[in-house]
């Protein structure tokens, strides 16, 4: 038989054909094989063939041949990512605020080269994201990188940081000002990337939205605050922090009505005591940072959950309702 042009590549091609036309409920022939050889000009005998599908195995790649009628059929098994694993992957990027909407289309179309041709069109079926609304940023998958390049070489970062302003343009903060951090950890927290580091000139931990950090740089200079995150427990801390706002930490007291036990599980843990207050409700003490964010999200949940302690806490909600009363009398 005469040999095609490409022979050095039939392995290649081999492993391609297989993973592209086969699953768990899709089969090829021998004589399928060998026309979809010819066709990138490979040519080869059934027994060269049956041993380059054995070959396969070194490359992780596990066929499987079912004999049905005088035919055996071939196909691949036991792939890296099963489909339902990537129909969640799929979903979670689709649903990543972060992730842009053109890095979201470049993301699934590579996912789908991790299936057959047939489950790939399970996953398009998938995707709808022109509605959503996504990040504009693009540079925040470099961003993510340099961070936990300086995380891993232990340095600061410097970068500027932007907001909108009313002609929906992106501004610097203060002027273009340098931002110099120590960086210490990624939280994941509103469908939001967020930086969390030291700022040594202030001496506090803070947080930045890493889609609105520009022209980000390692620093020659070793990160600062090891003794501050030693304390600090990442989940934690953002549990505390409603919409990743600031505020000053204290234990609050809430009165709670049952239905809401879920509610306050999802947000706080199962580790939270709950102690009955009626046959209605019940108390339970959280540790929270006190900001207007942390006011919305109780005012959120209506007359079923109310602050009950500590009093200046309380003290502050009742200006937040009056401002309110204010800002909306006729």
């Not at 792939?79 to 979903?91: C, G, I, Q, T």
């Not at 489950?119 to 936990?148: H, P």
């Amino acid at each position: 038989m005469p040999k095609g042009t490409n022979q050095k590549f039939k392995l290649y091609r081999l492993a391609q054909i297989m993973l592209e036309n086969t699953d768990d409920e899709h089969y090829i022939t021998m004589p399928e094989i060998l026309s979809a050889l010819r066709e990138y000009e490979i040519t080869a005998d059934r027994k060269s063939i049956y041993n380059a599908l054995k070959d396969l195995e070194v490359l992780g790649i596990e066929v499987e041949g079912e004999p049905v009628g005088n035919r055996y059929h071939y196909h691949v098994v036991d792939r890296p990512f099963e489909l339902p694993e990537l129909k969640l992957l799929v979903d979670a990027i689709q649903s990543s605020k972060f992730i842009t909407e053109r890095k979201t289309n470049a993301l699934i179309r590579k996912l789908e080269k991790l299936v057959s041709r047939y489950e790939a069109v399970k996953l398009q079926r998938q995707v709808y994201v022109s509605g959503r609304i996504k990040t504009m940023n693009e540079s925040i998958y470099y961003t993510v990188d340099a961070i936990y390049n300086a995380i891993s070489e232990n340095r600061k970062i410097r970068f500027q940081y932007f907001q909108w302003n009313i002609k929906k343009e992106p501004e610097l903060r203060h002027n273009g000002a340098w931002y110099h951090i120590s960086p210490w950890g990624l939280s994941w927290d509103n469908e939001n990337y967020y930086l969390v580091g030291y700022d040594s000139d202030a001496e506090l931990i803070k947080h930045y939205r890493v889609d609105k950090m520009l022209h980000i740089q390692m620093s020659g200079e070793k990160r600062e605050g090891k003794e501050h995150f030693k304390k600090l427990d990442m989940a934690d801390y953002t549990k505390k922090s409603f919409g990743m706002f600031g505020g000053r930490e204290l234990r609050v007291k809430l009165l709670v009505e049952n239905s809401l036990a879920g509610v306050i599980i999802d947000r706080f843990g199962k580790d939270v005591m709950f102690i009955p207050a009626d046959e209605e409700h019940f108390t339970v003490n959280v540790d929270v940072r006190v900001s207007s964010q942390f006011f919305g999200w109780i005012f959120s949940l209506g007359e079923r959950v109310k602050i009950v302690a500590p009093e200046e806490v309380v003290e502050q909600v009742r200006k937040e309702i009056r401002r309110l009363a204010e800002q909306y009398a006729k």
